[in-house]
């Protein structure tokens, strides 16, 4: 566990955010909304850190870097390598979301039953049509409320909390990771003081995380109330 204060302040901030949020007046957790909400804000985090370490020159510029696509409709996504780092393919020394948030399933082969490659695809297929950015997770566990508006309604808010904290944009997906793992727990009814309405297995809480944030790291953080800076 990281001993830097800031990164630990914004852990136990994005931990509480979750949790106020998504029980019910009894306590009860609604753990389809919770899981799916930290995947949304993951993901969307996600593009600002890549952003930031592109504007540092940590991450080199590239044609492929970071690609805006614009729907029919006129609505605009981002792709490109920059984001994929920080949510896919991290390494060792700077893991992406998915290396941190997988860890949760306490299974070594958990990417064999998690293909986060054909969720990616799927979401550049759908751009741009009603299905774009809905979860594929069982119905059973009855997920009410989609990545975007996730995004739309609590993005603003924790970016302004670490823009208070001055949380650096490097540790944004290690604050979002260290959450997950710990809000699985809580996910699969594994925590006595925190009843859930309906228990997810671990496996599908981090396929949920991924469903979510995958499309949300797409989204145009200006359209989402995200600005950047501020000043």
């Given amino acids: ?7 630990q302040q914004a ?7 979750i949790l106020a949020n998504y029980r019910d007046k009894s306590g009860r957790l609604n753990a389809a909304n919770a899981v799916n909400a930290l995947g949304a804000l993951a993901g969307v985090f ?8 592109l504007q540092s020159g940590v991450i080199p510029q590239g044609e ?10 006129g609505e605009k996504f981002y792709f490109g390598d920059a984001i994929n780092i920080c949510l896919l393919e991290g390494t060792r020394e700077t893991p992406s979301f998915w290396n941190v948030a997988a860890g949760a399933g306490g299974d070594p082969k958990i990417g064999e039953k998690i293909d986060v490659l054909e969720i990616a695809r799927r979401v550049a297929r759908d751009v741009g049509t009603p299905a774009f950015g ?10 009410s409320e989609r990545p975007v508006d996730v995004v739309r309604k609590h993005g603003p808010v924790l970016l302004r909390r670490f823009l208070e904290i001055n949380l650096h ?14 809000l699985a727990a809580f996910a699969a009814g594994e925590i ?7 228990p997810i297995s671990r496996v599908d809480v981090i ?20 600005v950047l800076d501020p000043r």
């Fill in 192 to 198: 006595s003081d925190v009843p859930v309405h309906v």
């Fill in 46 to 53: 996600a593009q600002v850190q890549a952003r930031s370490l």
């Fill in 11 to 17: 852990t136990g901030d994005i931990g509480g955010f």
């Fill in 207 to 226: 396929r949920l995380y991924m469903e979510a944030a995958v499309p949300a790291s797409k989204l145009d953080l200006a359209g989402m109330g995200m």
């Fill in 134 to 143: 809905s979860p594929q997770i069982d119905a059973r566990y009855k997920l």
């Fill in 169 to 182: 944009p490097s540790q944004l997906t290690l604050a979002f990771g260290a959450v997950a793992q710990t």
């Fill in 1 to 7: 566990m990281s001993t830097d204060p800031i990164l």
């Fill in 64 to 73: 492929s870097t970071l690609v805006e696509v614009i729907s029919k409709a």
